[in-house]
């Protein structure tokens, strides 16, 4: 089998595939832990932030919670 990366997370317990991977019993594997820093953090925020800017107009509609039931 071809290397893959396959992003993954700690539960606490165990580590968990975020995608399903066919995987035959005893696979060997690699594991690599990314570290979150308060740095990247506020970069992702303030990348979200930006990307959400972007995607709406300074003119769009302001809808009331009574538009959103509909």
Do not use: W
Not at 35 to 50: G, M
């Amino acid at each position: 089998m071809p290397l893959h990366s396959i992003p993954a997370h700690y539960d606490g317990v165990q580590v968990c595939l975020d995608e399903e991977v066919p995987l035959r019993p005893n696979a060997r594997l690699i594991v690599t832990v990314l570290e979150d820093t308060d740095a990247e953090r506020i970069d992702f925020l303030r990348l979200a932030a930006s990307g959400l800017a972007a995607a709406y107009a300074d003119e769009e509609v302001e809808y009331s919670l009574a538009d959103l039931k509909r």
